[in-house]
């Protein structure tokens, strides 16, 4: 993988760069659309290339593991041509489920032992079994396996998981760079900042991490209920140590101004389930504000769902028609909803890109943040 910077705003820390992967080209600052289970929720690939201009899906190391299986992935000659996706994809370690699943799960040195959500059968996830896992799913960029701290969290649980995800780093550097890629195709593995709200940890977990020179960093533990405040706080901290030469991945977030904001503190990747989620129970996404399409005023709104998108949905599809399906429970409101929050994220992205390369970043984005928080 290669990392190449290239452009800088003057008033803030924003960048423009260009990651080089054995599947493709990825123009930072770049947005991901989650594919948990190795599929955007009802998008076909070819929209995903076409409409929405995806450069880079993710897939999650948890969910591929328990279900299609890794025998039936490593089969397929991996995750791209089990799913024909063949542009880049980045897998998630587990490490998240590892925090959401607090009633299956026991976290201890040697690792994680949970209870699938689907039958209940017992498992282990390592260090070592985790770049296992990941080498078969065959993504261009994993994730080291680490444990992602709940917000509140205390000092000392918090010091302590971070001092335990960074022996768990050490071990998953060893196993990586001791087993071969698996599918002809050259991986890369990124480390993940924890320390959660501790302006000391973040710094402490920053530093360890670039010691260990990976391809790319990530930043973990955030976007979990904090204040966006404290989001930012910790992301500025984390930004002034990691090297600016690799790529920065902001994992998890967010909402758009969220996005707008980590991109000005020196973010180049992000990911979230929210356009997805979101749009599947009537909130879109707009360059004006936010729209919940399920209120009574957009019945007879016949105007499209974005005015300014040039998104093929909105050519077609109105405000009106989109509310009578989202209420009638059709799967195509949920599609077309989709399509359009994905659409409106990838736009985003790239217009902060040209923005920065223009040099016009800053107040574009100050701008922006006013509009995007609007209820309309």
């Not at 260009?18 to 929209?47: C, N, R």
Request: hydrophobic share 35%; net charge neutral; glycine share 8%.
């Amino acid at each position: 993988m290669k990392f190449t910077l290239q452009s800088t705003d003057n008033l803030s820390k924003a960048r423009a760069g260009e990651i080089e992967t054995a599947h493709g080209t990825i123009q930072t600052p770049i947005f991901m659309p989650v594919g948990t289970a190795g599929s955007v929720k009802g998008v076909h690939q070819h929209e995903l290339k076409k409409d929405i201009e995806a450069q880079i899906i993710l897939g999650n190391t948890y969910h591929l593991y328990l279900r299609p299986g890794l025998d039936v992935i490593h089969a397929a000659g991996g995750l791209h041509k089990f799913n024909g996706w063949d542009k880049p994809i980045l897998t998630d370690s587990g490490g998240y489920q590892v925090y959401s699943l607090t009633d299956v799960r026991k976290i201890k040195e040697e690792g994680v032992t949970f209870r699938s959500h689907i039958d209940g059968s017992k498992h282990l996830f390592t260090a070592e079994n985790v770049m296992d896992t990941q080498r078969i799913i065959g993504a261009d960029i994993i994730m080291a396996f680490d444990e992602c701290t709940p917000y509140p969290c205390d000092y000392k649980y918090a010091k302590e998981s971070l001092d335990m995800t960074h022996r768990w780093l050490k071990r998953c550097c060893e196993r990586f760079d001791s087993t071969p890629s698996l599918y002809g195709y050259e991986q890369s593995l990124f480390p993940i900042v924890q320390g959660s709200v501790y302006k000391d940890l973040r710094e402490k977990s920053a530093e360890t991490i670039a010691s260990f020179d990976r391809d790319g960093n990530a930043i973990g533990g955030l976007s979990v209920g904090e204040p966006a405040e404290e989001m930012y706080a910790m992301t500025e901290v984390v930004t002034n140590i990691l090297p600016k030469n690799k790529p920065r991945y902001l994992m998890g977030v967010g909402t758009p101004i969220n996005i707008l904001e980590n991109i000005a503190l020196g973010i180049d990747m992000f990911d979230c389930v929210m356009p997805t989620r979101n749009g599947r129970n009537g909130m879109l996404f707009t360059r004006n504000g936010i729209i919940n399409i399920k209120n009574k005023k957009w019945e007879a709104d016949f105007s499209p769902i974005d005015a300014d998108s040039d998104l093929h949905t909105d050519l077609f599809y109105t405000k009106a028609y989109l509310r009578h399906l989202i209420h009638s429970k059709e799967l195509l409101g949920a599609q077309i909803a989709t399509l359009h929050n994905l659409h409106f994220y990838l736009w985003l992205v790239k217009e902060a890109r040209n923005k920065i390369i223009e040099g016009s970043f800053y107040e574009w984005k100050n701008k922006m943040v006013k509009q995007l928080g609007e209820r309309l």
